[in-house]
Nanobody, 122 residues
């Protein structure tokens, strides 16, 4: 499976960005998708995940109320709408897939995209 993330960029604090990730290749018949991020000098951390139907979403506390994850199974994509961005959101953002929510939240996905840089200036 291949994951291609896009949509990163430079934005001022309080601004918005929308990340997208397109999946191609064979994978599980049903799968969850999610986003992680890694800031310089820090470990990669879970940001958000969405189940197969799109009906259940999960967020790390620091982005709740600001970020929204969604998916389009017809287009094999997952998106992350990021509003009210803060300088501490600056990181490389990665998309991932996994067979279940616990696996993806634990960061144990075996499939990762190449990452897209998000920089939030103060």
């Amino acid at each position: 499976v291949q994951l291609q993330a896009s949509g990163g960029g430079l934005v001022q604090a309080g601004g918005s960005l929308r990340l997208s990730c397109a999946r191609s290749g064979r994978t599980f018949s049903t799968y969850v998708m999610g986003w992680f991020r890694q800031a310089p000098g820090k470990d990669r951390e879970f940001v958000a995940a969405v189940d197969w139907s799109g009906g259940s979403t999960y967020y790390t506390d620091s982005v709740k109320g600001r970020f929204t994850i969604s998916r389009d199974n017809d287009k094999n994509t997952v998106s992350l709408q990021m509003n009210s961005l803060k300088p501490e959101d600056t990181a490389v953002y990665y998309c991932a897939i996994a067979p279940t929510i616990p696996i993806i939240v634990a960061g144990k996905s075996g499939s990762w995209g190449q990452g897209t840089q998000v920089t939030v200036s103060s």
